[in-house]
């Protein structure tokens, strides 16, 4: 991809300095060429693992409340009894 760089007037040699501005704009130009594997690819991310997902445990399928003993009968919720 090409990108314009312009050169300021009267810069009397001094090598341009692009704003943030000009960078972001680059950027998103950019990134919008990218593929959805390249851009898991650039979020430090692995494209040909699955996304992981945390599963869901109640604590009543685990074990019974009563089975717990005294330590972490707190912890069962009144949705789990």
């Known amino acids: 991809m090409k990108v314009a760089i312009r ?3 009267g ?3 001094k090598s341009y300095e692009p704003t943030p501005r ?3 704009r680059v950027c998103e130009q950019i990134q919008a060429t990218w593929s959805p ?7 430090g991310r692995n494209p040909d ?3 992981w ?16 003993g005294d330590g972490l009968t707190g912890l069962v919720s ?4």
């Open 7 to 9: 050169r300021r007037k």
């Open 11 to 13: 810069g009397g040699g």
């Open 22 to 24: 000009d960078i972001r």
């Open 37 to 43: 594997r390249e851009k898991i690819k650039r979020a």
């Open 49 to 51: 693992l699955p996304e």
């Open 53 to 68: 997902v945390a599963s869901e445990v109640r604590l009543r399928e685990v074990s019974e409340p009563d089975d717990l």
């Open 78 to 81: 009144q949705d789990d009894k």
